[in-house]
């Protein structure tokens, strides 16, 4: 067990991607042994990081578990095999922990072929997608940023509809695109700073020319904003979303699209604190017209998948907008805007999913009338449907409030306008949300022999069921207490932010970990401490 | 006259792949070897020998660290990394082609001799600084290459790219005489180290006729990179060449090129700095060409073999860069992403051979769906085609990341901003192999044809495909231990380059 003390981090990063390969192994023929031994890899992995990462007080570096070893030199660039859990990424691992087997659990009886190779890919994603969060080490980030894209790219590829070989392709292109570039620019700050450790790039970004210091951002921001995505950036999205099978949908949607946010508030905007305020403005735009422009998109879809993509546009628009606004309470909300539409988004897309597996259908024309044939589903997908709109008491009210609320009093000249706009943007949530929910749930039944409608004979079994409840679950609790998601970010936000808008000389926010006290802790215990090898 | 034991010992590694392609013709003379297998067993048997104790005796000489040399040649770290390169890349052409001949119905001895001979040329042409050797190590694996591309002679088209090859290849060559002969009547001497500095001393540097010199020895360099514009004759050879020599061209003659280019121009001819500047500026714009034209021209390819060609094309220029930034580190990003180059690309061209494509039946449209026949074999080409367009964790994409990150060191970001624009279009024609292999089911017609034929038995091929897999996913996880362990001391303890 001593490794595994020592470990813990690399163990919750790499385990389900030793599993996914050994998955991979076993005969097309055992599809169905896999899919159980997947599911029950993930959820253990669930019930791992909750154990470890919750309840724990993090260090004085506002650590909460980390480990830290020199990993190789290449051409005289130092490489840290740095990973770590903080206030900032503690709940986007846990959301995607719980978000892996709930997705299993979902969508068990949505794909009949190569069942196995599917879960090993999903598997391998969750690798990917926990290493990014948790890597401390620019280039290690990098890695498993790249890293993610080839298990994704073989879910919408394998698995897709009828048009998924051309989104699989935008998708990996799309998003390539953007990280080459970037590791120009990162290899480019490295050279100045000596390594990729994140805190000595800062200080190097911050000798730099402001000119300079503004192309590396863009750099950063274009990657960033490309996953987010932003608009104009966003075209690969609806593409990858409508095409992908459901599980894949409800992982993009819940978490790799978190990961451009993230990318944001962990490299992009400390790390050029000045330029980051200097394109606030820009950004702060394109996120209104995203939220907007999302909207009016979603509201004219006729497949309710795509109307869920283009929603997301909408509500990543609001991340977006929180982050530039440049406030705590903007960032905060952002943090929490986050968290809402994995879980929402997720939920919706599951939802949909399950429709689907039903109706062989997405069109909202070919239903009607649903709430008489599976008033359990409505039921959920009305709660769904009410936390994706922002109803207070659900989770989607406090994280659109504080952000609209960040951005009011963010100080720069337009911000007042822009939170009314975005404003707006709620508003045209609702109009989309209860439109389809109308056409879809209400009204007479459809009863066209081809219709969906008519196809719907089974309401939700017991199964999903059980993956809709904690989704519900969530969406109240952060409706009602959003503290608990919200408290362990607060000091690490509130102490880049002001560092950010405090006059020279800076602090660095990031600090090399490499100083940091260990925290008390029991010595058996998975401890957050340092380990140097 | 009487060797010395350090002699022989510089000498070996080369003679022993010799004395192999002498003695198998011998074997080959029995006018029935078409039916009799255990001949062909033996033929193969002896070239894998050869190649064996050749690279077990080079592996030795690495572990002792020792450099002998015989007269100018001179078996250093660096020829010793390039003869287990080429020795490596043998035994893998030897063990695909056994079943890729079987496959096309046509074994024969002489295929294996010759391919021997031009693998012992290969180490010589890397070993040397004299002019003559550097000469002779060229022709030597040169000319039986030009044979080995028309191989297979029931098929015109095999001819024909064999005699396109030839012709290219031997005006190629003639630029790399005069280019010599140029040195040599303004030094007075043969030895390339020797003659830069005696021009030097001369105030010969910037001579037209020293730069002419140069300039054209450069020429004959590119042309076995195919680099461009000198890369015309490269589809048309993989095209027509059995897929295993197609896959020894492109792998060991483009990284034999490199690896003397490091010898002769940053090395050798180091003194003369003002000319090593010129050629620096004529490697820059050429690269940019090559990356360009490589990856938009594999873009629009239906031929597999094509795509690879244009797609080593393409690395070429990736490796031409890693000359642009011209730094120790740049060089050592070089050799070491020749070493993956050398896995991924004798991996790609040995899936030919183990999904079991013959003759010109090698388009995308012959892939379909065979990744989940051949899980395995899909598993390895997702390996091969994700680290040819580097992306992580393969090993491709520490090669790339070595050389660029030079680039940028060295004020070159608009190259290395080129290069990877120049990564992202490869990604595409990439991800069509691995669409085609995974993302398409077969046709209607594949599938009745392959009801039709026996089941493909290619279990070399196949295990050459697994070994170049782990290579690459080696270079991706250890890539330290193959930088610091290989690719470093290969250059400071071969060419005295200091990190």
Redesign the interface.
């Known amino acids: 067990m001593t490794w595994l003390n020592l470990h813990p981090l690399t163990f919750l990063v790499f385990a389900p991607a030793l599993l996914g390969l050994l998955l991979m192994a076993l005969p097309h023929a055992l599809g169905k042994l896999a899919r159980m031994l997947g599911f029950l890899g993930a959820l253990a992995i669930f019930i791992l990081s909750l154990s470890w990462l919750l309840g724990r007080t993090p260090n004085a570096g506002g650590l909460i578990l980390a480990e830290r070893a020199s990993w190789f030199t290449l051409v005289g660039l130092p490489v840290d095999y740095a990973l770590a859990v903080d206030g900032l990424n503690l709940w986007l691992v846990i959301l995607t922990t719980f978000l892996v087997p709930l997705t299993m659990l979902g969508t068990w009886n949505s794909l009949k072929d190569r069942i196995g190779t599917f879960v090993a890919m999903f598997l391998l994603l969750e690798t990917g997608m926990l290493g990014a969060l948790v890597a401390q080490d620019l280039f290690v980030f990098y890695l498993f940023w790249e890293a993610m894209l080839i298990p994704m790219y073989f879910m919408i590829g394998v698995w897709g509809g009828d048009e998924r070989r051309y989104a699989a392709n935008k998708f990996f292109l799309y998003t390539l695109s953007g990280s080459l570039l970037w590791l120009v620019a990162l290899l480019y700050l490295a050279n100045k700073a000596g390594g990729f450790n994140p805190a000595l790039m800062a200080q190097a970004a911050s000798a730099l020319p402001f000119g300079v210091q503004g192309w590396l951002f863009i750099a950063f921001a274009v990657a960033f904003a490309i996953k987010v995505p932003l608009f104009p950036l966003h075209t690969w999205l609806p593409d990858a979303h409508v095409q992908a099978p459901t599980a894949g949908s409800v992982i993009l949607a819940g978490v790799l699209l978190k990961l451009g946010g993230y990318g944001f508030i962990r490299f992009a905007i400390p790390m050029f604190p000045q330029a980051a305020m200097h394109y606030a403005q820009p950004i702060a735009l394109l996120s209104v017209i995203a939220i907007v422009y999302g909207a009016l998109v979603a509201m004219v879809q006729r497949d309710i998948k795509k109307l869920v993509a283009y929603s997301s546009v909408s509500h990543m628009g609001f991340v977006m907008l929180g982050l530039a606004s440049m406030t705590v309470i903007g960032t905060q909300g952002a943090m929490l805007q986050m968290l809402n539409h994995g879980i929402s988004t997720g939920a919706l897309f599951l939802l949909v999913g399950m429709l689907y597996d039903r109706a062989h259908t997405r069109m909202i024309a070919d239903f009607g009338g649903v709430a008489v044939k599976m008033p359990i589903f409505t039921a959920f997908f009305l709660i769904v449907t009410l936390s994706s709109i922002g109803l207070p008491l659900t989770n989607g009210f406090v994280g659109e409030f504080w952000i609209l609320n960040g951005t009011f009093v963010s100080g720069f000249g337009w911000g007042r306008l822009y939170a009314c706009l975005a404003t707006s943007g709620v508003l045209l949530g609702a109009v989309y949300m209860l439109w389809m929910f109308m056409r879809v749930f209400w009204g007479p039944e459809n009863k066209d022999e081809d219709s969906g409608t008519h196809h719907l004979h089974t309401d939700l079994n017991a199964r999903e069921i059980a993956v809709m409840l904690p989704l519900v679950v969530l969406i109240v609790w952060m409706g009602v207490h959003p503290k608990t998601f919200i408290a362990a970010s607060e000091a690490p936000v509130t102490a880049l932010l002001q560092d950010i808008k405090a006059p020279a000389p800076r602090t660095f926010v990031l600090k090399p970990a490499v100083h940091e006290a260990p925290a008390a802790h029991a010595p058996e215990a998975p401890a957050a401490h340092e380990v140097h090898r | 006259m009487s060797l010395t034991p350090s002699q022989w010992a510089a000498l070996l590694p080369l003679l022993l792949p010799a004395l192999g392609a002498c003695l198998i013709p011998l074997m080959a003379l029995d006018k029935d070897q078409a039916t009799a297998k255990w001949i062909r067993g033996v033929m193969y048997g002896t070239a894998l020998l050869a190649v064996a104790a050749s690279f077990w005796y080079l592996t030795d000489l690495w572990k002792t660290g020792a450099q002998p040399s015989f007269f100018q040649l001179r078996m250093d770290r660096l020829a010793q990394f390039s003869g287990i390169f080429v020795v490596v890349a043998a035994a893998l052409t030897i063990l695909q082609s056994w079943d890729h001949f079987h496959q096309e119905g046509w074994v024969k001895g002489e295929t294996l001799s010759l391919l021997l001979f031009s693998a012992t040329g290969m180490m010589l042409f890397t070993a040397s600084t004299h002019f003559v050797t550097l000469f002779l190590g060229l022709e030597l694996f040169s000319i039986p290459l030009y044979a080995l591309v028309g191989t297979v002679r029931a098929r015109p088209e095999s001819a024909e790219g064999g005699m396109k090859y030839f012709l290219t290849g031997a005006v190629a060559s003639s630029c790399f005489l005069m280019g010599g002969v140029l040195i040599y009547g303004l030094s007075g001497t043969l030895d390339l180290s020797a003659a830069a500095g005696v021009l030097k001393a001369q105030g010969l540097a910037l001579d037209p006729l020293a730069l002419t010199g140069a300039a054209l020895l450069l020429l004959g360099f590119l042309f076995k990179v195919s680099a461009v514009p000198f890369h015309q004759w490269t589809p048309d050879a993989y095209e027509a060449s059995p897929h295993p020599i197609a896959g020894f061209m492109s792998v060991a003659t483009k990284g034999v090129a490199f690896i003397a280019l490091l010898r002769i121009f940053p090395s050798s001819l180091a003194p003369l700095t003002a000319v090593g500047a010129k050629m620096q500026a004529v490697v820059a714009v050429l690269a940019v060409a090559t990356l360009v034209l490589g990856n938009l021209t594999a873009l629009v390819q239906s031929n597999v073999k094509r795509m690879l060609a244009y797609s080593s094309i393409s690395h070429a220029g990736y490796l031409m860069l890693g000359f642009v930034a011209g730094t120790p580190?740049?060089h050592?990003?070089v050799l070491f992403y020749l070493v993956i180059y050398l896995a991924m690309n004798m991996g790609a061209f040995g899936l030919l051979t183990a999904f079991g494509l013959v003759g010109e039946k090698t388009t995308f449209e012959d892939l379909r769906g065979l990744g989940?026949k051949r899980?395995a074999m899909g598993?390895a080409a997702?390996v091969f085609m994700?680290s040819l367009a580097g992306?992580?964790?393969m090993g491709g994409?520490?090669g790339k990341?070595?050389i660029?990150?030079?680039l940028?060191?060295t004020g070159h970001?608009g190259m290395?901003?080129l290069g990877?624009?120049a990564?992202?279009v490869s990604?595409?024609y990439y991800?069509r192999f691995l669409?085609a292999l995974?993302?398409?089911a077969p046709s209607a017609e594949a599938e009745r044809l392959a009801s039709d034929r026996p089941a493909v038995h290619a279990p070399l091929a196949g295990a050459t495909v697994l070994v170049c897999a782990a290579i690459v996913l080696a270079g991706g996880f250890l890539?330290?231990a193959l930088?610091d362990g290989f690719a470093k001391r290969a250059l400071v303890e071969g060419l005295g380059l200091i990190r």
Do not use: D
Request: aromatic share 24%; charged share 5%; proline share 8%.
């Open positions: 580190a740049a050592t990003g989940w899980p598993f997702a994700l992306i992580p964790p994409f520490y990341y070595m660029f990150r030079e940028v060191a970001v290395a901003v990877v624009l990564s992202l990604a595409y991800l669409v995974f993302l398409q890539q330290f930088v």
